[in-house]
């Protein structure tokens, strides 16, 4: 469908904010008022500007408080609106966004405010402009898209019809489904956006939370399908007022918008057929497919790179990996236990403390995550490979860490081969890989909450806030449904982040065991020192869970945390921070789905003393 983004979105001028939408692949935008006022270009300029991009003007908003008003009040509303009008018609646009009154009703009746409408739909017409009237979520009387229709239908007028837009009926928890009574011929605009779940005031968090379609908790799928089989074909169209986007690079943010309609788009098309399987093609609003992928099997590597990267042999050596080799022709090292592979690369990395660069997944179908990958519009990562080695494809997550994928094999994948001179892989503890834990800089992690589930079909598993000695970890989780796949995200607080602190940008891999206790203790005799757990949190531990004696003195003496839920135990230990970079070994017992989020402020203070 023809998709379109409200300048209001994007940082810049209205200059730069044009040329960052159609280099996105926007059909059109929304003219957001005072990007328009702001500007130094002349309303004929900009109509120009956007025809040599090829973008269409396709809404000017908002018109405020236009109904609901007093006899004098409406003839200054009808005095402006004439000026407006005007304007529109030397920008070349005929569609106006008036959105329920705010501020100067004082008639609370819908007679009237389709009276008033209805007049005002004259005077549109007048200039070959329409009117879409928005009932807004804190309107002072019209805050329901359901009494928005009615209005609209007593004003009985071609030129007035209805913006509906999902933020201010999803916020409201408003039932959407009444929107497919609505004729399509009436509702002349459609406007999303997607919201965290927050209990605040619908105006602050509308005017800072909003989000693009897929990162929020907002059921844009569903909405979208009812809007859509009322008939809609218009545009689909992005109006996210959003403090981050607002200050963050226009282009980019402008492809990570296009990036979520088009993520959007395909959602809706399956659930258009999940819902009416074999229903009429030719009536099918024209929405754009991607290649379909399932999430990945597994992990298939994780790298880690540093000018040095012997501290990081050291520990894996001490907590039972194998040494697989080094590379036929670059300066990599492989280091297995289980199926889990750790790559250390010293290429391109002068003065790199150790960092993970890259993960590698397994799926089903490389050449599917391929074209979708392509699809999204997703940035390449480029490697040098050399002749005669597996051509891994490769892109760039939002915070820089390159994604590869390759086929899933039973036993080993065929690039391990490139690998030589290593030992025979040796029995050990360590079973796979059981999560990746991200530190997110605070400007990219919902961009990030997108990417993975857009590209790689993960799903996101809930967001929890985890306090540190430096300030609050936002903490989200994406994943893949049977869990092999967990990619927890740590927030750093926008503090940690501006000064580089080590103890706000560490990545953990966590490393799932057999025998955790075992393992600890085999590391220990191989030189392993653990992250030191204070003394207090055994004691704390002993008051809250029932655990003998013996087992909390066990706990305490290989500095082991433990936590416990409804459907199992979590018992798990860290090693000393390198570079940015830590290694968790854990045991999951019985169904235990988390993360002893419970003990990571232990292990942060723990971690600022190191
Ligand atoms: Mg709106
Ligand atoms: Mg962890």
């Known amino acids: 469908m023809k998709t379109s983004i409200a300048t209001v979105c994007l940082s810049g001028s209205l200059r730069d904010k044009l040329a960052a939408a159609s280099a996105a692949g926007f059909d059109g935008v929304e003219v957001f008022e005072p990007d328009l006022v702001a500007a130094p270009e002349s309303p004929e300029e900009i109509r120009a500007l956007a025809d040599r991009l090829s973008l269409t003007l396709d809404l000017y908003q908002p018109m405020r408080d236009v109904e609901g008003v007093d006899e004098a009040e409406f003839a200054r509303v009808l005095h402006r609106a004439e000026a407006k009008f005007a304007l529109m018609q030397r920008l070349g646009m005929d569609l106006v966004l008036c959105c329920s009154n705010v501020a100067t009703a004082t008639v609370d009746d819908d007679g009237h405010s389709a009276a008033q409408l209805r007049a005002l739909g004259d005077v549109a017409a007048r200039y070959g402009v329409r009117i879409a009237f928005e009932a807004l979520a804190w309107g002072r009387y019209i805050d329901d898209y359901r009494r928005a229709w009615r209005v609209v239908k007593l004003a ?16 409201r928890g408003h039932d959407p489904v009444e929107i497919e009574r609505i004729p399509a011929e009436k509702i002349f605009f459609l406007q999303l956006a997607d919201a965290p779940a927050l209990s605040m005031d619908v105006l602050s968090w509308s005017r800072h939370h909003r989000l693009f379609p897929g990162e929020g908790a907002f059921d844009l799928v569903g909405f979208v399908a009812h809007v859509l089989r009322a008939g809609y074909r218009g545009p689909l169209s992005l109006e996210v007022f959003n403090d981050t986007f607002r200050q ?67 520990l894996l050596q001490q907590a039972g990996f194998t040494a697989r080799g080094r590379h036929r022709t670059k300066p990599v090292t492989l280091w297995s236990a289980g199926t889990a592979r750790i790559v250390l690369n010293e290429q391109h990395a002068r003065g790199t403390a150790p960092r993970l660069s890259a993960i590698g997944f397994a799926v089903d179908d490389p050449a599917a995550q391929s074209a979708r990958a392509q699809e999204l519009d997703t940035p390449a990562a480029y490697r040098r490979t050399y002749a005669e080695e597996v051509p891994l494809p490769a892109v760039v997550a939002p915070d820089g860490t390159e994604l590869y994928w390759a086929g899933y094999t039973e036993g080993e994948p065929d690039w391990v081969v490139e690998f030589e001179h290593g030992d025979p892989l040796r029995p050990t503890e360590i079973g796979v890989v059981d999560h990746l834990s991200l530190t997110e800089p605070w400007q990219v992690v919902d961009e990030t909450v997108l990417f993975y589930p857009a590209v790689f079909a993960l799903v996101s598993a809930g967001s929890t806030d985890v306090p540190s000695p430096r300030g609050l970890v936002q903490s989200r989780v994406l994943c893949s449904p049977d869990g092999a796949v967990r990619i927890p995200l740590n927030v750093a607080p926008p503090i940690v982040a501006e000064q580089g602190r080590a103890d706000g940008a560490h990545q953990h891999v966590a490393l799932r065991c057999h025998d955790i206790v075992a393992l600890a203790r085999q590391a220990r005799d191989r030189g392993l020192r653990p992250l030191r757990i204070p003394a207090n949190y055994y004691d704390d531990l002993a008051a809250r869970f029932d655990l003998p004696a013996a087992q909390i003195a066990e706990l305490r003496d290989l500095d082991l945390v433990y936590d416990r839920d409804a459907t199992g135990e979590y018992l798990h230990f860290y090693t000393a921070t390198v570079g940015q970079v830590f290694f968790e070994f854990v045991e999951r017992r019985g169904a235990y789905d988390g993360y002893g989020a419970g003990n990571a402020p232990v292990r942060l203070a723990a971690q600022g003393v190191e």
């Open 156 to 171: 009985d007028h071609p030129a007035v019809g209805v913006c509906l837009d999902s933020f201010h009926v999803l916020s």
């Open 248 to 314: 963050t690079d226009t282009a980019r943010t402008a492809a990570h918008a296009r990036r979520s309609l088009r993520w959007l788009e395909d959602a809706v098309a399956r659930r258009l057929a999940e819902d009416a399987p074999g229903a009429d093609a030719v009536a099918a609003p024209p929405l754009s497919r991607l290649t379909a992928v399932t999430p990945p099997r597994g992990f298939d590597f994780v790298e880690i790179t540093a000018e040095d990267t012997s501290p990081i042999e050291a």
